[in-house]
């Protein structure tokens, strides 16, 4: 079974605080992880990608990858409520599809930032 | 640099009605493309998958089918549209790395 699993929030947090994104999934063969932010009615936009354990940082996005836990989340510092969209973790099964595999999307995390 | 256009944007078909929707691809050659579909309250659902002109996998049996008539265009279809149809229709690229992928504007797609 092919599964990656959000909280599906919303998660709400203060402008200037810290927004933790969680995502868990369940091939333990999985190489590749990405995160999407969607704001509504658009289509997503990839902000994030990351393929060794351990956290990879953006300007104020951190990506943070524990293979052994099977966990990857998305730390968003100093929040703005610009940032107020659907974050969506996308991990790659190497045995679904083609020869490179292909993402499986989790439901996503709606976060709202309030001024 | 690369873009990805869809259309239409919107689109209002009565049950029954024929669909076609297209994607192309500017600044790439050789992309993977991708069709998914996004229903309300549910995660993006992969459709179709294509790795070059003429080869196209499916992911979810349904009344629906995809061509690649060239390189760079990518084309959703369907003869007899069903109520559960209707969402919204992404297509993306990608070269290189496995998954990591780029989205068109999409299109939002109602069966009435």
């Known amino acids: 079974q092919k599964e990656v699993e959000q909280n599906s929030g919303p998660l709400s947090v203060p402008e200037g605080a810290i927004a933790s994104l969680n995502c868990t999934y369940s091939d333990r063969g999985s190489q590749s992880f990405f995160w999407y932010r969607q704001y509504s009615g658009k289509s997503p936009e990839l902000i994030m990608f990351i393929y060794s354990n351990g956290d990879k940082e953006d300007g104020r996005f951190t990506a943070q990858l524990n293979k052994a836990s099977q966990y990857v989340s998305l730390l968003i510092r100093d929040s703005q409520p610009s940032d107020s969209a659907t974050y969506l973790c996308?991990?790659?099964?190497?045995?679904?599809?083609?020869?490179?595999?292909?993402?499986?999307f989790g439901k996503g995390t709606k976060l709202s930032v309030k001024p | 640099s690369q873009t990805i256009h869809q259309w239409p944007a919107t689109l209002v078909q009565p049950v029954g009605s024929p669909l076609s929707l297209e994607c192309t691809v500017e600044g790439t050659s050789n992309p993977n493309l991708y069709w998914y579909r996004q229903a309300a309250g549910r995660g993006l659902q992969l459709l179709f998958y294509s790795v070059g002109i003429g080869q196209i996998s499916s992911e979810v049996p349904q009344n629906l089918s995809a061509s690649r008539p060239q390189d760079r265009q990518f084309i959703l279809s369907s003869k007899k549209l069903l109520l559960s149809d209707s969402g919204f229709y992404l297509c993306?690229?990608?070269?290189?790395?496995?998954?990591?992928?780029?989205f068109g504007p999409g299109t939002r797609l109602t069966v009435t």
């Open positions: 993306a690229w990608s070269v290189g790395l496995p998954g990591e992928q780029y």
């Open positions: 996308a991990v790659n099964f190497p045995n679904y599809g083609g020869s490179q595999g292909n993402l499986i």
